[in-house]
T-cell receptor, first 114, second 110 residues
Framework: GAGVSQSPSNKVTEKGKDVELRCDPISGHTALYWYRQSLGQGLEFLIYFQGNSAPDKSGLPSDRFSAERTGGSVSTLTIQRTQQEDSAVYLC????????????FGQGTRLTVV | GQQLNQSPQSMFIQEGEDVSMNCTSSSIFNTWLWYKQDPGEGPVLLIALYKAGELTSNGRLTAQFGITRKDSFLNISASIPSDVGIYFCAGPSNDYKLSFGAGTTVTVRA
């Protein structure tokens, strides 16, 4: 596709359930980021994938959060046993490191835990 | 990661005003990026800067890469209502991972 695609765009889940958020980066982009953004707040870094290197997981807030990137392309962010404080917009971005570091964002997934 | 300090945290603009925001880092950057986020959308890249001292414009937006390579500013000239949103600066660390500032929230003064 032409841009970064995230699905679903909105997700409402019950507290305690697991959720999976998907990111399709721009084709050929070697780097992929996940961020979390609460209403009116800044971008909270979660995880960074760069080529075949081990991912930088330093931003994951707890062991309930995990992410994988299969085949260097699609990424899935999984939140287990969701809590109400997990409610936020989850943004994915990708970039082509060998060219420059400009990152392009998807529209985000708005997660609401009830 | 890199520490980016963005200011002001928020600002009110009057239509027609020129406004400015800036970003400083704790270490040298080789690239400065400026993004804008509209409500309900993901951030969109506005301007990318690659050389110290570089001054780049995109319509009414002008950004500069500071000569110390530790700062950058973004100017908006002749503000219009659609300039409201959150503006973020960003720059890469040695492993190319981007760090983002906390954002400047721009609101129109009634």
């Amino acid at each position: 596709g032409a841009g970064v695609s995230q699905s679903p765009s909105n997700k409402v889940t019950e507290k305690g359930k697991d959720v999976e958020l998907r990111c399709d980066p721009i084709s050929g982009h070697t780097a992929l980021y996940w961020y979390r953004q609460s209403l009116g707040q800044g971008l909270e870094f979660l995880i960074y994938f760069q080529g075949n290197s081990a991912p930088d997981k330093s931003g994951l807030p707890s062991d309930r959060f995990s992410a994988e990137r299969t085949g260097g392309s699609v990424s899935t962010l999984t939140i287990q046993r969701t809590q109400q404080e997990d409610s936020a917009v989850y943004l994915c971005a990708s970039s082509y490191i060998r060219l420059n570091t400009e990152a392009f964002f998807g529209q985000g997934t708005r997660l609401t835990v009830v | 990661g890199q520490q980016l300090n963005q200011s002001p945290q928020s600002m009110f603009i009057q239509e027609g005003e020129d406004v400015s925001m800036n970003c400083t880092s704790s270490s040298i950057f080789n690239t400065w990026l400026w993004y804008k986020q509209d409500p309900g959308e993901g951030p969109v890249l506005l301007i990318a800067l690659y050389k110290a001292g570089e001054l780049t414009s995109n319509g009414r937006l002008t950004a500069q890469f500071g000569i110390t390579r530790k700062d950058s500013f973004l100017n908006i000239s002749a503000s219009i209502p659609s300039d409201v949103g959150i503006y973020f600066c960003a720059g890469p660390s040695n492993d190319y991972k981007l760090s983002f500032g906390a954002g400047t929230t721009v609101t129109v003064r009634a």
